[in-house]
């Protein structure tokens, strides 16, 4: 299971995307705005069956442009950068396509949890929340389609990675022996210039002539996020190229060998994988934290939804319960009466200490948003409706066992990171993609 960090920070006036957040950190996941425009659109891309507005391109810029802005970097020519946000907008189009052809669906109810985690991470409730953004002048239920559209990209990230071949424990052996399992952490960015699945000598000499191009530039002074933005075929690329904070062995091995022995702030020259060329740049270096387990003691009454418990009368019967505790009554009888989780109903729905990510991501989203002695809002899993009561946490010193599943979320984030690359680009190799951008060359695939 891959790492879940999923985080909504609230911007006006933007949705910002998942941030993988399922999904590895080097995984990023793009940060996406939707939106309606009062004036006449036009078409700047077909994307299969479907189409990207001039609106929906010129709203995505504008939030790119103020990030730029924000952080001091500098901004990208604008032609450059609209082919750039345009480019992901298209890949974000193509895997809700993909979702929904493959049968993932996003209930109103997985959107309201949604909801709730956004709210609770932004320190106010849903009605706070959508007062924010109506105030703004954005469309509350505009606002809840995207999130729809992300929490469907999310779920077809996820079922890329389990359809990976399981870490075996001869993988987990050989990196726990690695001279680079204790070493540090290197913050990191990236910027790829791709080579597409059969390509010729001369595409793959033109790739690494475009590379070498950008690294002249870099060297020339030009600011390697700004460079990222305008150049880099890479999921980050509108981020700067940022990957941010990885240790080695999370990251393929070309990658690891090519910025081990840099310091903040050099780069590497051009660097050749089978998925194209790169360029790695060290932002900063530390030494490896200590690695401490945070457990979580918290106890729950859990609603199943089977065969006479329908969803709706599962959320219908939480919220009843949702109730009777506002009302004063106890936790652990209601749990008794309510809980449909056999190991620890009769406890008073006592889950014991456990760590966060043991239960599936609602249940980690819920839980890091909750201080000792909170209950949550009812939220849903596969399983059911929930109410959760924090009572405590800790924090352990790591274990043989913490060390060894560490390791095998390491190998399992620096493959999830090269399959999801792979299956995204196979996704636009095959589409049918017109673009229809003054000064692009339309291209169909």
């Not at 999904?23 to 425009?37: E, F, R, S």
């Not at 956004?118 to 809840?144: C, H, K, P, W, Y």
């Not at 699945?197 to 996020?225: C, H, M, V």
Request: charged residues 25%; aromatic residues 6%.
């Amino acid at each position: 299971m891959i790492q879940n960090c999923r985080s909504w920070p609230l911007r006006a006036a933007t949705f910002i995307a998942l941030t993988s957040c399922l999904l590895a950190p080097a995984v990023a996941m793009a940060q996406m705005m939707a939106g309606t425009n009062n004036s006449i659109d036009s078409i700047v891309a077909l994307v299969d069956e479907d189409v990207i507005l001039r609106s929906e391109l010129d709203l995505a810029v504008a939030g790119i442009v103020d990030r730029v802005r924000a952080s001091g970097e500098s901004m990208p020519p604008m032609n450059l950068l609209e082919s750039q946000v345009l480019e992901r907008l298209i890949i974000r189009e193509l895997q809700i396509q993909r979702a929904l052809q493959t049968g993932i669906r996003i209930s109103d109810a997985d959107i309201d949890q949604a909801l709730v985690t956004l709210s609770q991470q932004n320190g106010m409730t849903v009605q706070q929340l959508r007062q924010v953004i109506e105030g703004d002048g954005e469309d509350f239920a505009e606002f809840r389609r995207n999130i729809g559209e992300e929490l469907m990209t999310e779920r077809l990230r996820q079922r890329i990675v389990n359809g990976m071949d399981p870490i075996t424990d001869t993988e987990v052996d050989i990196l726990l022996a690695s001279e680079d399992l204790g070493g540090g952490e290197y913050n990191v960015s990236h910027i790829m210039v791709v080579i597409p699945d059969g390509s010729t000598p001369t595409q793959i000499s033109e790739a690494q002539a475009k590379a070498d191009d950008i690294y002249n530039r870099l060297t020339e002074g030009l600011d390697f996020a700004s460079a990222a933005i305008s150049y880099s075929d890479s999921q980050e690329a509108l981020e700067g190229g940022l990957v941010g904070w990885r240790d080695l062995n999370s990251v393929p091995a070309f990658f690891a060998d090519a910025v081990r022995d840099l310091r903040p702030p050099e780069f590497t020259q051009p660097i050749r994988s089978p998925a194209g060329f790169h360029i790695l740049k060290v932002n900063d270096y530390r030494e490896q934290r200590q690695v401490v387990i945070k457990e979580y003691h918290a106890r729950h009454i859990m609603v199943e939804v089977d065969e006479l418990m329908t969803p709706r009368l599962a959320m219908d019967t939480i919220i009843e319960v949702k109730g009777k505790l506002d009302d004063g009554e106890e936790f652990a009888a209601l749990a008794k009466e309510y809980s449909d989780d056999p190991t620890s109903a009769n406890l008073g729905g006592d889950m014991g200490w456990f760590q966060a990510e043991a239960f599936g991501d609602r249940v980690y989203q819920t839980l890091i948003a909750m201080q000792a002695g909170q209950t949550s809002e009812p939220f849903q899993t596969m399983g059911g409706w929930h109410i959760m009561e924090l009572l405590d946490t800790r924090e352990m010193d790591r274990t043989e066992l913490a060390i060894r599943a560490e390791a095998r979320e390491k190998i399992m984030m620096r493959k999830a990171d090269q399959e999801i690359e792979k299956v995204l680009r196979q996704f636009r190799d095959e589409a049918f993609v017109e673009i229809r951008l003054a000064g692009s060359e339309s291209g169909s695939g």
